[in-house]
């Protein structure tokens, strides 16, 4: 099984930013489509962001469009999720997945999955 970690979560101001990132135990991310999700207190683990295997294709949920950013890099094994103008709504616990399609926000489609990060947004 890939075993996935995320990290860089906290607590935030509105309007200030946070960096997640996601890395793998003991292999590499090359080939996998990556995505983003987030899950708050009584709600469903909802779609972010994601990203092909190559860095080519990437998606958003309407809801995080011109403020956040995802990317990766393959020599350090790592994606990213750039959060910017975060707002009190983005508080959830967000979560990595690693699957084999590319461009999907669909929880179905990814086959590995982290732990997760806390990130609050709270004045």
């Known amino acids: 099984q890939l075993q996935l970690v995320e990290s860089g979560g906290g607590l935030v101001q509105p309007g200030e930013s946070l960096k997640l990132s996601c890395t793998p135990s003991?292999?590499?991310?090359?080939?996998?489509?990556i995505g983003w999700f987030r899950q708050a207190p009584g709600k469903e683990r909802e779609g972010v962001s994601c990203?092909?295997?190559?860095?080519?294709?990437?998606k958003y949920a309407d809801s995080v469009k011109g403020r956040f950013t995802i990317s990766r890099d393959d020599a350090e094994n790592t994606v990213y999720l750039q959060m910017n103008s975060l707002k009190p709504e983005d508080t959830a616990v967000y979560y990595c997945?690693?699957?084999?399609?590319?461009?999907?926000?669909?929880?179905?489609?990814?086959?590995?999955w982290g732990q997760g990060t806390q990130v609050t947004v709270s004045s």
């Open positions: 003991g292999s590499t991310l090359d080939y996998y489509a």
């Open positions: 990203i092909s295997g190559n860095g080519a294709l990437t």
């Open positions: 997945a690693a699957g084999v399609l590319a461009g999907t926000l669909s929880r179905g489609h990814y086959d590995y």
